[in-house]
Each structure stands twice: as C-alpha cells, then as structure tokens.
Antibody, heavy 116, light 112 residues
Framework: EVQLVESGGGLVQPGRSLKLSCLAS????????MNWIRQAPGKGLEWVAS????????YYADTVKGRFTISRDNAKNTLYLQMTSLRSEDTALYYC?????????WGQGVMVTVSS | DVVMTQTPPSLSVAIGQSVSISCKSS???????????LNWLLQNPGQSPKRLIY???NLGSGVPDRFSGTGSEKDFTLKISRVEAEDLGVYHC?????????FGSGTKLEIK
C-alpha cells in the first residue's frame, strides 16, 4: 500500500525556518518525481515545488522561490521542504504528492502556522 | 501562468442524479511529449485530495466508473453519473503540463 506521511509542521514566528519531511512507503520512491502542494485555511490548492526522481529537475512557485528548498533522500525514502524567511501567507496545510504529472497519491498533510 | 477556470463553483444534487463540472485552461495543455496532463481530484470534507482522473480521461486506481473525464486542448469536463453520498466534497482540476502547476478554484458538491 502506497503511503506518504508528512511531518515537521508547527507554529513558527515570521522570519524563522522550518523543515518538512514526507516519508514514502509501499513503492519504489526513487522512481518517482514528487511535489509539495499547500492549502491555506478555507482556500484552494496551490502548487509549491516539484523535484524529479533523481533530483535533476527542480521547480518552484514564484511565491516561494528563493525561500523554500525542495530535496529528497532516495536512500531514506524521504522528501523534504526546507522553508526559510517564513511569512504569514505561508500558513497552510502542506501535502506531498507522488508524480508531478499525475499526482496519484497524496499524504494526509502537515499544518504550518506562521504567527507571532 | 496557465489560468484554470472551473465552473460551477457549487452544485447541489440528489442521489442518483448526474452532474458535470467544467474546467477551461487559458492555453493548450498538450505537453511536448504529446500527453495532456489534466487531472481531477476529489477532496472529501476534512480529507486530503484524492486523484480521480489523470491525463484527461484515465480512471485512477479504485475509482468507480461512475466518474469519467473528457476533453482536449483547453476544454475539459468531469462527469459523475448516478451521484452517491460519498461523492460530496470539493472537486479540483489541475494542469500539470506547464510549470507552475495550477489548480482550478474548486467545485463544491453538496447532496440534497
């Protein structure tokens, strides 16, 4: 069974940093590109970043470019999102999803709240 | 950026009825590899999104065949035949052809 389990969220002050993780199981993680997608409270879905299976290709939304870094460790079956210079508008539920083009599986999400 | 215009914003339907949701993109979603990366997702209340349809018309694993997707280029439709109670939630279209990936604004389906 494919599982994606996000962790690392929490309450953080504006300007601080946080690192999210997404632990994958039930499939060969190194074969798939991955995404981070977020959803602000009561709002729609917003794509954040994508990374290819071997980390050769990385893409970011303009809203996070220069502040967030997506990475992966295929030996640990884990996807990461390093978030720096956090803003109130980054407050959202962050999901990891498998495969940039088809988004076949999603995690349950992890909440990030940026507030003083 | 590709703008995804999804309509209607909400629907209220009785069990057993059929409904359609439209998603129109501001530019063609045909990728350079020839595929069209238009997906449909369902987000049940309090749940994470679940993929229903990928590449316009391919049914996701375990998705009932009451769901179907059609369309091409810039105009896409999700049809739900014989709506069931478990179908309530927000439906999202998402284009994954162009970066940035972009989502429709969602269609909230309520059961009468």
């Amino acid at each position: 069974e494919v599982q994606l389990v996000e962790s690392g969220g929490g309450l953080v002050q504006p300007g601080r940093s946080l690192k999210l993780s997404c632990l994958a199981s039930g499939f060969t993680f190194s074969n798939y590109g991955m995404n981070w997608i977020r959803q602000a409270p009561g709002k729609g879905l917003e794509w954040v970043a994508s990374i290819s299976s071997s980390s050769s290709y990385i893409y970011y939304a303009d809203t996070v470019k220069g502040r967030f870094t997506i990475s992966r460790d295929n030996a640990k079956n884990t996807l990461y999102l390093q978030m720096t210079s956090l803003r109130s508008e980054d407050t959202a539920l962050y999901y990891c999803a498998r495969h940039r083009h088809t988004m076949g599986y999603w995690g349950q999400g992890v909440m990030v709240t940026v507030s003083s | 950026d590709v703008v995804m215009t999804q309509t209607p914003p909400s629907l209220s339907v009785a069990i057993g009825q059929s409904v359609s949701i439209s998603c129109k993109s501001s530019q063609s979603l045909v990728h350079s590899d020839g595929k069209t990366y238009l997906n449909w997702l369902l987000q049940n209340p309090g749940q994470s999104p679940k993929r229903l349809i990928y590449q316009v018309s391919n049914l996701g694993s375990g998705v009932p065949d009451r769901f179907s997707g059609t369309g091409s280029e810039k105009d896409f439709t999700l049809k739900i035949s014989r709506v069931e109670a478990e179908d309530l939630g927000v439906y999202h279209c998402v284009q994954a052809t162009h970066v940035p990936l972009t989502f429709g604004s969602g269609t909230k389906l309520e059961i009468k």
